[in-house]
C-alpha cells in the first residue's frame, strides 16, 4: 500500500508539471535487495533553490507554479516520509526547463519463489475476484492528471 502511494504521488507530480507532449519514464527493478523506482520527465524542471525545500511540507516552487498548478505541496513530503519509514531512501536531480528525475529505493528482502499449495491458492482466489468485481464508483477529483490516473486504476479491477 505504501508503494502504491509512493508510485501515484511521484507519477501524479511528473504529470501535473510536464506538458501534454512531453514526455515522462517510469521504470522499476529489483536490484541486490533492493526496489527501486525512477521517474523522469522533461518537464519544467526546477532550480538549485527549490530542489534544496520541494520536500518541505507545503512548498512549492513559487507563487506562480501554486496559482498555474495547483495542490497543496504535500506529495513530495508526504512520499519523502513514506519512503523513510521503509528505511529507503529518495533523490532528485533537476534541471529548469529541461526536467526532473526521482529515484526512490527501499531496501526488500527478496520472497522465496517455492510458494506452497495453500498460498497459491490464496493468490489465484485474489486474483480472480480481481476480474469478477464489476460495479460503479463517484470519483470527485477536480486535478485531471489525478482523475486519469485514478481511472486507470479503477479499470484494473473491473470498476467504471
Known sequence: MRISQIILNIISNAIKFTPKDGKIIFTAEYRE???????????????????????LPFEQADGST???????????SITQSLVELMRGNISLE????????????IPLPKVKNDIDAEKSKVVEQ???????????????????????????????????
Open 33 to 55: 535487495s533492493n526496489f527501486i523506482l525512477t521517474v523522469q520527465d522533461n518537464g519544467i524542471g526546477m532550480t538549485k533553490e527549490v530542489q534544496d525545500k520541494i520536500f
Open 66 to 76: 501554486t496559482r498555474k498548478y495547483s495542490g497543496t505541496g504535500l506529495g513530495l
Open 94 to 105: 533537476s534541471q529548469e526547463e529541461k526536467g526532473s528525475t526521482f529515484k526512490i529505493t
Open 126 to 160: 485474489q486474483n480472480s475476484s480481481k476480474e469478477l468485481f464489476n460495479d460503479y464508483v463517484l470519483v470527485a477529483e477536480d486535478n485531471k492528471s489525478n482523475q486519469m490516473l485514478v481511472e486507470l486504476l479503477l479499470k484494473e479491477y473491473g470498476i467504471t
